[in-house]
Structure formats: C-alpha cells, structure tokens
C-alpha cells in the first residue's frame, strides 16, 4: 500500500460517455498530480494541483478536466474522449516545500487502466 | 523544457549478474534524479534517488551515479533476483523556483528481466 488510493481500477467507456476517475492520498500531502501512462511512450505529466491551486497543464486537451476539491482528493473529469486517449492513468501526491530528504518523493497509485471504444 | 532519454529499452541478465541503466538529460538545472521500478499491475515506485550535490548513492544491492557535467545518471543492481523483474524509469526535474519536485521528466522505461 503506497498511502494513494484510486477509483476506478478499470473503466471502459464509449466516445459520447462522461465518466470521472476518483484519487485519494491519504499520506497528509500537500501536491497531488495526474500522470498518463501510454504503451511505449514516457510517463507523461497532465496536472499538477500544489495546495488545492492547480500550478500545471501540461497542453493537455479540454477533454480532461481536472478537479481538486482539497489537499486529500483529486478527480479527473472525461467526456468525449477518443480512442487514442485509452491509457493508464496514474495519480501522485507528494509533500513539497519542506527541507529534507523526503521532500518531493513521489508516491503513485496503482493507475485507473481506462478504454475509450 | 527537460528531455531524459533511457537505455536500454529491454535488458535481459542471469540471476547474480549485475544490471546497468543509463539515463541522459538535456536540462542543466535539473537536480534531483530519481528511479522507479513498476511491477506488473502496480504503479511505480522510488527505490533510490540522487540530489546534484552527490555523486553516488547506495542503498544495499542498488546504487545510482550521477555526472552532472556529462548530464548522465546510471542505476547499477548488483547480485539480481528474479524478483528484480520490472520496469524501470529514469526521472529528472529542477524543483528549483517554486517548481513542484514532483513535476518529474521521465524516461521511455527499461523492461529489466532476471533469469533463475
């Protein structure tokens, strides 16, 4: 158990649905983020939310829609998606801004492995 | 912005053989380096990382190098396991300005595969 929770673990969905993938930290972080993890291509950072303030977009499309209602939760919000968008996508957090050898360390969830038909 | 280029993209050793990762990066004010290793089903997790103020770090059978001059970072694993079978990635960021340490670059990934 790493301390970061997602929810769905698996999701299929058509073009046309909304749909939302729910991330819970329980580590008392103050930075969560959302990753997008593609075969064969790098990790890819999509948002960043450092105190609840989202601090990156990363050029990701208006299709994703990100939401972070406190420092413990963060959502992402799909509609119309296309079938190139299916990937893992995987949920962080992270404590920034304090001294020591800790800070930044990334802790991920397991990933939503979502399907776009 | 930061590019990290990994390799090899598979590695294949015998169980006790030792296994090397190379990573570069483009971005001088990188400094904090970090390794994952991603077993099937899970998601990453950092075994070991290395700051720009050292030069090498070991943690029992793992170690990690820097150079920063040559902008190259290597994960050594000595005396592999079977259970050492996983993906690992290489990551880069500055942290530096406000900038999230956890805004991380990350390389295409290293499938590592141990043989009893």
């Known amino acids: 158990e790493t301390g970061v929770t997602q929810t769905p673990r698996h999701l299929v969905m058509g073009m046309t649905n909304k749909k939302s993938l729910k991330c819970e930290q329980h580590?008392?972080?103050?930075?969560m983020y959302w990753y997008k993890q593609s075969a064969k291509k790098p990790l890819e950072l999509m948002f960043v939310?450092?105190?609840?303030?989202?601090?990156e977009n990363n050029s990701v499309p208006s299709r994703f829609s990100p939401e972070c209602p406190n420092s413990s939760h963060l959502f992402l919000h799909l509609h119309t998606l296309q079938p190139e968008d299916s990937a893992l996508y995987l949920c962080?957090?992270?404590?920034?801004?304090?001294?020591?050898?800790?800070?930044?360390?990334?802790?991920f969830g397991e990933g939503s492995r979502l399907t776009v038909l | 912005g930061e590019n990290v280029e990994q390799h090899p993209s598979t590695l294949s050793v015998q169980e006790g053989d030792s296994a090397v990762i190379k990573c570069t990066y483009s971005?001088?004010?990188?400094?904090?380096f970090p390794w994952y290793k991603q077993e099937l089903g899970k998601g990453p997790q950092l075994i070991i990382d290395i700051r720009s103020n050292v030069g090498e770090k070991k943690d029992q059978r793992i170690a990690v190098t820097l150079n920063k001059t040559a902008k190259h970072f290597s994960l050594h694993i000595t005396e592999t396991q079977p259970e050492d079978s996983a993906v690992y990635f290489c990551a880069a960021t500055s942290g530096a300005g406000g900038t999230s340490y956890g805004k991380l670059t990350f390389g295409q990934g290293t499938i590592l595969t141990v043989h009893p």
């Open positions: 939310y450092n105190f609840k303030e989202q601090t």
């Open positions: 580590l008392g972080h103050n930075a």
């Open positions: 962080a957090s992270s404590q920034e801004g304090t001294s020591g050898s800790r800070t930044g360390e990334l802790f």
């Open positions: 971005d001088s004010a990188s400094n904090y």
